[in-house]
């Protein structure tokens, strides 16, 4: 019985996606250039190639009995959401708006999305080209929350969250900020590469998930030390490596602007990472490998909204202040309020992501980008106010629907793991296999 229910959803669901799946005809694509193109799709290997690395960064900062299941919920992320964009995500996102606050459903099944250009997003590069370094951005997004419950949700209750999540929260919030007649778009705010969409977004998104899974067994009494910081390393030069790709990228066009970006990239990257060592050796004695790291992403993260748009001086103003906020977060409101962010995506992505959104506002500068705007610091105080709504905005909307969709899936097939599955490991408990089998 159960079988033929299966075969008829499995047939109903095949001619669905049949009929979704009508390609575009192959317009005409004489405006494509072709290094333009080569260099998006390159980006956009480069920025899946950091959910790999970000499985990497994560997974040597937990226990060596729960490595697998946060790296297979990195790999699911991939799977997923790759399939979510092309059926409808995409199409949400920067479908037709409608009044600003949605995309149409024009797009579905990539349904008109061909090979020439959109000028509205790109006008040098396939349409699908564009749409699939966007894909990119969809699928890292989501992955950066786990880092806040890690140890401690059920994969079944991850999966239902990954999809409820990238379709009301993350596809909303892209169209609000990048898509054609989004409403904070039309406000003016400035978002190069994602510093609102992806950080602050999936940041507010970790915190929620790490107050309402609350605190992994034995936190903060027993000490519960990373199991490999080689991974870790790894992860993190991989991210460092695919940020370009993130960043440059997204001037969708190998031109000045994504040069500009690119320098402006590993500057605070590179700022950032020495400010977190040398913060260690002040406050604790010693820099340390993990501080370096850390400190290099959230340099990463705070440069992302600005690339586009600010110099190399900047860009290690950013770095060095991004390493001041994101410690603090991290070293003492942690644990002044005592909330379990496991990995730190609240104190790295979210508060590193906002301070880039803000500082967006005060550094910005059209000698730098003439399509962006002036700064306050270059005479435009209007741009900071501006910066400080979109951050609001998107705090609120992010904090209100994780809060919600974690409360359906909780309701639906509960969040957090057994004490029991949570004491012999997730790698086990949920996936039946082990990171590391020793042997005769």
Same mark, same amino acid.
């Given at each position: 019985?159960?079988?033929?229910?299966?075969?008829?959803?499995?047939?109903?669901?095949?001619?669905?996606?049949?009929?979704?799946?009508?390609?575009?005809?192959?317009?005409?694509?004489?405006?494509?250039?072709?290094?333009?193109?080569?260099?998006?799709?390159?980006?956009?290997?480069?920025?899946?190639?950091?959910?790999?690395?970000?499985?990497?960064?994560?997974?040597?900062?937990?226990?060596?009995?729960?490595?697998?299941?946060?790296?297979?919920?990195?790999?699911?992320?991939?799977?997923?959401?790759?399939?979510?964009?092309?059926?409808?995500?995409?199409?949400?996102?920067?479908?037709?708006?409608?009044?600003?606050?949605?995309?149409?459903?024009?797009?579905?099944?990539?349904?008109?999305?061909?090979?020439?250009?959109?000028?509205?997003?790109?006008?040098?590069?396939?349409?699908?080209?564009?749409?699939?370094?966007?894909?990119?951005?969809?699928?890292?997004?989501?992955?950066?929350?786990?880092?806040?419950?890690?140890?401690?949700?059920?994969?079944?209750?991850?999966?239902?969250?990954?999809?409820?999540?990238?379709?009301?929260?993350?596809?909303?919030?892209?169209?609000?900020?990048?898509?054609?007649?989004?409403?904070?778009?039309?406000?003016? $705010? *400035?978002?190069?590469? !994602?510093?609102? /969409?992806?950080?602050?977004? %999936?940041?507010?998104? @970790?915190?929620? &998930? +790490?107050?309402?899974?609350?605190?992994?067994?034995?936190?903060?009494?027993?000490?519960?030390?990373?199991?490999?910081?080689?991974?870790?390393?790894?992860?993190?030069?991989?991210?460092?490596?695919?940020?370009?790709?993130?960043?440059?990228?997204? $001037? *969708?066009?190998?031109? !000045?602007?994504? /040069?500009?970006?690119?320098? %402006?990239?590993?500057? @605070?990257?590179? &700022? +950032?990472?020495?400010?977190?060592?040398?913060?260690?050796?002040?406050?604790?004695?010693?820099?340390?490998?993990?501080?370096?790291?850390?400190?290099?992403?959230?340099?990463?993260?705070?440069?992302?909204?600005?690339?586009?748009?600010?110099?190399?001086?900047?860009?290690?103003?950013?770095?060095?202040?991004?390493?001041?906020?994101?410690?603090?977060?991290?070293?003492?409101?942690?644990?002044?309020?005592?909330?379990?962010?496991?990995?730190?995506?609240?104190?790295?992505?979210?508060?590193?992501?906002?301070?880039?959104?803000?500082?967006?506002?005060?550094?910005?500068?059209?000698?730098?980008?003439?399509?962006?705007?002036?700064?306050?610091?270059?005479?435009?105080?209007?741009?900071?106010?501006?910066?400080?709504?979109?951050?609001?905005?998107?705090?609120?909307?992010?904090?209100?629907?994780?809060?919600?969709?974690?409360?359906?899936?909780?309701?639906?097939?509960?969040?957090?793991?057994?004490?029991?599955?949570?004491?012999?490991?997730?790698?086990?408990?949920?996936?039946?296999?082990?990171?590391?089998?020793?042997?005769?």
């Amino acid at each position: 019985m159960l079988g033929r229910v299966l075969t008829i959803i499995l047939g109903a669901a095949f001619f669905l996606l049949a009929g979704l799946g009508t390609p575009a005809l192959a317009a005409d694509a004489s405006t494509v250039n072709s290094g333009d193109t080569s260099f998006v799709l390159m980006s956009a290997a480069l920025v899946l190639l950091m959910t790999v690395a970000l499985a990497f960064f994560y997974g040597g900062l937990v226990r060596r009995k729960n490595v697998l299941s946060i790296m297979m919920q990195c790999l699911f992320a991939m799977g997923l959401i790759s399939i979510q964009w092309v059926l409808f995500g995409y199409s949400l996102s920067f479908g037709p708006d409608k009044g600003g606050i949605i995309g149409g459903l024009e797009w579905v099944g990539l349904r008109g999305v061909g090979q020439a250009p959109n000028p509205d997003y790109a006008a040098t590069i396939p349409h699908t080209a564009f749409m699939i370094f966007q894909c990119m951005f969809a699928m890292i997004t989501p992955a950066r929350i786990i880092g806040a419950f890690a140890e401690r949700m059920k994969f079944s209750a991850f999966c239902i969250f990954l999809i409820l999540w990238a379709t009301l929260v993350y596809d909303p919030v892209c169209h609000w900020v990048w898509g054609v007649g989004g409403f904070i778009r039309k406000m003016g $705010a *400035l978002d190069f590469a !994602g510093g609102t /969409v992806v950080h602050i977004n %999936a940041g507010i998104a @970790a915190l929620v &998930a +790490a107050v309402m899974l609350g605190k992994r067994t034995g936190y903060p009494e027993r000490a519960m030390p990373p199991h490999n910081l080689p991974f870790t390393l790894l992860g993190a030069g991989c991210l460092w490596f695919g940020w370009f790709g993130f960043n440059a990228g997204s $001037a *969708l066009a190998a031109n !000045g602007i994504a /040069v500009s970006a690119f320098v %402006a990239t590993n500057t @605070a990257a590179a &700022a +950032a990472a020495l400010m977190w060592a040398g913060i260690e050796w002040v406050h604790g004695g010693k820099p340390t490998m993990l501080g370096m790291a850390t400190g290099a992403v959230a340099g990463l993260v705070a440069i992302t909204p600005a690339a586009g748009f600010v110099g190399p001086v900047s860009a290690i103003l950013i770095g060095l202040s991004v390493s001041m906020i994101c410690y603090f977060f991290v070293a003492f409101v942690k644990v002044k309020f005592g909330y379990d962010d496991s990995l730190d995506a609240f104190g790295v992505h979210g508060i590193g992501g906002l301070w880039g959104a803000l500082v967006t506002g005060l550094l910005a500068t059209k000698l730098i980008n003439p399509a962006g705007a002036d700064g306050l610091f270059f005479g435009n105080a209007r741009q900071f106010g501006i910066q400080i709504a979109g951050c609001a905005i998107t705090i609120g909307y992010s904090l209100v629907m994780t809060f919600v969709i974690l409360k359906a899936v909780d309701l639906l097939v509960g969040i957090r793991a057994s004490a029991s599955d949570e004491m012999v490991g997730l790698d086990l408990t949920q996936h039946n296999e082990s990171g590391y089998t020793l042997l005769d």
